[in-house]
């Protein structure tokens, strides 16, 4: 036994939490792990620190509820602040356990720190180090090298982490230990959304009231593929010509997407939408509610937080088949499109444009679906992985 115990007889978890952005740097994996150790640092006897070297900024009366060892460094010797934040972290806070989000990134610096100090490890596997498209080039295992240190990181960590059971899958194949992978999905943040008043955004945004609306939360990237459903709504207009599309992320490159697939007049574009402290954003909830359908067409989803959030807000998401929420998914909550394909993924919206009245029914039984789904029990969870390595 590693760590010294309280005079209850259990154990306190003093986890080091090894990355290299931080929240409120924006993507996905800075809000799981921000969330994530806001609500670990909830946990009983639970003491979290993060180590990173970033962000560059913190938003106006913003502090981290947590210790933060943290370096704003573009240079050459962000390698060396990266050590040496852990380091200071270790030792400062006596650390006992170590977790290490990415494989190729975080993961294999908390391996290599906690041999330094002979402390157990945990490791999550988050999407690009595990998952590959080699059509577009996607994923750190099409490189050799990469790859087979993810092999070494995945053989040295007492734990590994998976956010779904398709995750899960691919670790394995990577070489992980069955036995040593454990399925957490992430939380969302249902207290706060709940406490977001209504806001009409259709009258905001000059929608039809009646109309059906789909939302879609991304950048333009050959991953995110957000082509495939502009060809798709360029499908429909005919058909179903009450069918529009509000596009959350990068205004520019998203209006020259939608112009290229002759949609520019069907896609609306709010723009980047950030929480601008601490998350959910209220202007991603107004969208997800005034929304009738979620829709995320990525070639792959680790798991999918903006489609998770859309479920809380009690929105029914459409999904591709290599997504990892449909782990949560339910016949009244979700769909797959089996065929990615534009003319294929067309049908589908002309299909549930028609059952618009039936879906909005829906939205109780939708929220109720993923309200087990809280960074608390994500918390909880882990910090029982973290005990079974002390």
Not at 96 to 111: I, S, Y
Request: proline share 6%; hydrophobic share 45%; glycine share 8%.
């Amino acid at each position: 036994m590693t760590t010294a115990r309280m005079e209850t007889g259990a154990a306190e978890v003093r986890v080091g939490i090894v990355t290299e952005n931080h929240y409120p740097s924006l993507g996905g994996m800075e809000f799981s792990n921000h969330l994530l150790s806001r609500a670990l640092q909830r946990q009983p006897l639970t003491r979290v620190s993060v180590a990173s070297t970033g962000p560059a900024f913190l938003p106006r009366g913003f502090s981290y509820p947590y210790r933060h060892y943290r370096s704003r460094s573009l240079s050459v010797l962000t390698a060396y602040l990266r050590r040496r934040n852990v380091e200071r972290m270790v030792a400062k806070e006596r650390i006992n356990v170590l977790h290490g989000p990415m494989l190729h990134g975080g993961g294999e610096r908390a391996v290599r720190a906690a041999e330094r100090h002979g402390l157990p490890v945990v490791v999550s596997a988050q999407g690009a180090d595990v998952q590959t498209v080699p059509a577009i080039g996607y994923g750190a295992r099409l490189d050799p090298r990469a790859e087979g240190r993810m092999r070494q990181v995945v053989a040295r960590a007492g734990r590994i982490v998976a956010l779904s059971r398709m995750n899960r899958d691919l670790l394995v194949e990577l070489g992980a230990d069955p036995r040593s992978v454990v399925v957490v999905p992430n939380g969302v943040a249902h207290e706060e959304i709940g406490r977001i008043p209504f806001e009409d955004r259709r009258a905001a945004l000059g929608l039809d009231p009646d109309g059906f609306v789909l939302m879609t939360v991304g950048r333009v990237s050959p991953v995110k593929r957000i082509e495939l459903l502009y060809r798709a709504l360029a499908l429909v207009r005919a058909e179903a010509p009450q069918i529009r599309c509000v596009s959350v992320g990068p205004r520019e490159k998203l209006a020259d997407a939608a112009m290229r697939a002759g949609v520019a007049d069907l896609v609306l574009l709010p723009g980047a939408v950030t929480a601008g402290g601490e998350p959910p954003a209220p202007e991603l909830v107004h969208l997800y509610r005034a929304a009738d359908l979620y829709v995320s067409v990525s070639h792959v989803e680790s798991f999918g937080n903006a489609a998770l959030e859309a479920l809380a807000c009690g929105t029914p998401v459409l999904v591709t088949r290599r997504h990892g929420v449909r782990d949560v998914l339910t016949e009244e909550s979700g769909f797959v499109a089996e065929e990615e394909t534009p003319e294929a993924l067309a049908r589908v919206l002309v299909g549930l444009a028609a059952r618009r009245q039936e879906l909005n029914g829906r939205r109780a039984l939708i929220r109720a679906s993923v309200a087990h789904l809280t960074w608390d029990r994500a918390a909880a969870r882990l910090r029982e992985v973290y005990l079974s390595l002390l």
